[in-house]
Structures are given as structure tokens and as C-alpha cells.
T-cell receptor, first 116, second 110 residues
Framework: SAVISQKPSRDICQRGTSLTIQCQVD?????MFWYRQQPGQSLTLIAT?????????ESGFVIDKFPISRPNLTFSTLTVSNMSPEDSSIYLCSVEDLQGWGDTQYFGPGTRLTVL | GENVEQHPSTLSVQEGDSAVIKCTYSDSASNYFPWYKQELGKRPQLIIDIRSNVGEKKDQRIAVTLNKTAKHFSLHITETQPEDSAVYFCAAKKGNKLVFGAGTILRVKS
């Protein structure tokens, strides 16, 4: 597996502002993903962060709202833009290493976002 | 796309009893089925997984069974303990994409 960290661990933000969440892995990984977990709900995939190219977004998520970067094989950022209270959620990154441990995805500790 | 249904949504058992959580998936091309445990305020942790070429897998008190024909898979926890209390999520993977079930809140009463 891998050691995954996220920053910040939590934040309280005002509506209309943006927050960038960082995900750092202690080893190079093939795949990085961003999920949203709304209060009391399951995990929903936002996008796959692709190294060196634009992220692949799932239905219902768009780049203008959730821009993602992945400059290398150990780091990715997710920005939540122009926030509203409906964006209050836990945001989690996950990683997968097809050349290492295979299919399994491991999750970071999450970022708890509250929008006022 | 893939759709995963999970039942029950909540499950209460007495300590020492067994617990079973069931999931069904819709896409026969899905080939990997992990189970995650999420304690309050923590990240989802993988507890067991199974691939489509295997029918059953066991790890101590935890087992997973897969019926590819019926497209369903189940998590079995035996001799439950209070520390098993958590939310459990099943998932199905097709390609690189994991689709999660809605989750089951398991409460183990001592």
C-alpha cells in the first residue's frame, strides 16, 4: 500500500470562495482519484486525476467547478470553486498502483469542508 | 454504467453473532469487488476483496462470497465484536472505476 496525506484536514469557508485540497503519496502511483462523501452518504467519484493531462470527470462534475491538477506521480490537487453550502462534504483522494498492488484503491484521510 | 445496491442499510446484532451484508451489481464486466469499513470520522479502510475468478475468500472472521451468474456478493462477519461497529461499503470495479454501494451501518451490541 502507500502512505497518503491530505491538506487541509478540515476547513470552514465562506460561500463564493474557493479551496484547494492537496493529496500527497509517499510513492509513485499509477492512478489518483478524487471522491466526494456528503454527510451520511456513500462515496461518489468526482474525477480521475491524469498525470500531464486533463482530468477525466464523471457525470455531474465539471472542470470549472472542480479543477484538478496532477503534476507528477505522487501529488494531486482538487479545487472546489465558487463554493456554496451544498459543497459541504468530505473530499477524499484515493490511489491505485496497477504495477504495484494491483486493483486495490487506498484512501487518504479526507478533507472535511464546511461552507457557510 | 454500473449500479451497486447494498442491503440492509442498518444491521444490529448481538456480540458473538454473525452479520451478513449483501450487494448486487448490474454490469457483468465488473471484475473486482472490495469491501471497505469506515469508522466515524475516519477514512474508508479495505477489509477484504475478491476478484471475479474466485467464488469465496476468507480472512479470519471475515469472508466474502461472489456469485457471478446472479451478480451478487456478500460480506460475512462471524463472532462479531463491538469494534466491528462501523459503516461498511461494498464496491464493484469496471476498468479503473469503483462504484460504491450506499453503505450499511453495523451496530454490535454487547
Amino acid at each position: 500500500s502507500a502512505v497518503i496525506s491530505q491538506k487541509p484536514s478540515r476547513d470552514i469557508c465562506q460561500r463564493g470562495t474557493s479551496l484547494t485540497i492537496q493529496c500527497q503519496v509517499d510513492s509513485q502511483v499509477t492512478m489518483m482519484f478524487w471522491y466526494r462523501q456528503q454527510p451520511g452518504q456513500s462515496l461518489t467519484l468526482i474525477a480521475t486525476a491524469n498525470q500531464g493531462s486533463e482530468a477525466t470527470y464523471e457525470s455531474g462534475f465539471v472542470i470549472d467547478k472542480f479543477p484538478i491538477s496532477r503534476p507528477n506521480l505522487t501529488f494531486s490537487t482538487l479545487t472546489v470553486s465558487n463554493m456554496s453550502p451544498e459543497d459541504s462534504s468530505i473530499y477524499l483522494c484515493s490511489v491505485e498502483d496497477l504495477q504495484g498492488w494491483g486493483d486495490t484503491q487506498y484512501f487518504g484521510p479526507g478533507t472535511r469542508l464546511t461552507v457557510l | 454504467g454500473e449500479n451497486v445496491e447494498q442491503h440492509p442499510s442498518t444491521l444490529s446484532v448481538q456480540e458473538g453473532d454473525s452479520a451478513v451484508i449483501k450487494c448486487t451489481y448490474s454490469d457483468s464486466a465488473s471484475n473486482y469487488f472490495p469491501w471497505y469499513k469506515q469508522e466515524l470520522g475516519k477514512r474508508p479502510q479495505l477489509i477484504i476483496d475478491i476478484r471475479s475468478n474466485v467464488g469465496e475468500k476468507k480472512d479470519q472472521r471475515i469472508a466474502v462470497t461472489l456469485n457471478k451468474t446472479a451478480k451478487h456478493f456478500s460480506l460475512h462477519i462471524t463472532e462479531t465484536q463491538p469494534e466491528d461497529s462501523a459503516v461498511y461499503f461494498c464496491a464493484a470495479k469496471k476498468g479503473n472505476k469503483l462504484v460504491f454501494g450506499a453503505g450499511t451501518i453495523l451496530r454490535v451490541k454487547s
